[in-house]
């Protein structure tokens, strides 16, 4: 697992496809808002069946999870000053979990398939998204 910092702060954790480890392995420390756990088990295992209880939360950052299900793309991940400061490679299996901060996408396969996962309620764009840039690069 690849935990990528800028100045201090965690902005994102890589997984790789061939780092799962069998049984449960949490991905993201308790305190952030979105919790992402590895789970390698085998034939038989039984999940003790159960339900969450209602807690109230704060949530004041979207916090996403990218899997990537087939093809592959670049993550860039930008730093305070609207740069990017790190760029990783994500194929079949890879997921990665952006804790903060500025990112992009650039797919690189035709037929990529990607599963986004973020903490809710959405709200709007509008209200949800600052764009970096004023349009659309790579196009």
Known sequence: MNKIEYNGKLRAIVHRAEE???????????ETFIQVVSCH????????????I???RL??????TVYIVNG????DLYGDDKEVFHQEILKQG???III??????????????VLEIKNGPFVSVEKDKAFI??????K
């Open 133 to 138: 840039y004023a349009k659309e690069i790579g």
């Open 72 to 75: 592959s793309m670049r993550v």
């Open 100 to 113: 903060e901060g500025g990112h992009g996408y650039h797919i690189l396969e035709d037929h990529t398939k």
């Open 54 to 56: 209602e807690n109230e």
């Open 59 to 64: 949530s004041l950052l979207t916090q996403e």
């Open 20 to 30: 799962w480890k069998e049984g449960i392995d949490f991905l993201t420390p308790d």
């Open 41 to 52: 088990y085998h034939k038989d295992k039984h999940i003790r069946a159960h339900w969450h």
């Open 94 to 96: 890879d997921t990665i």
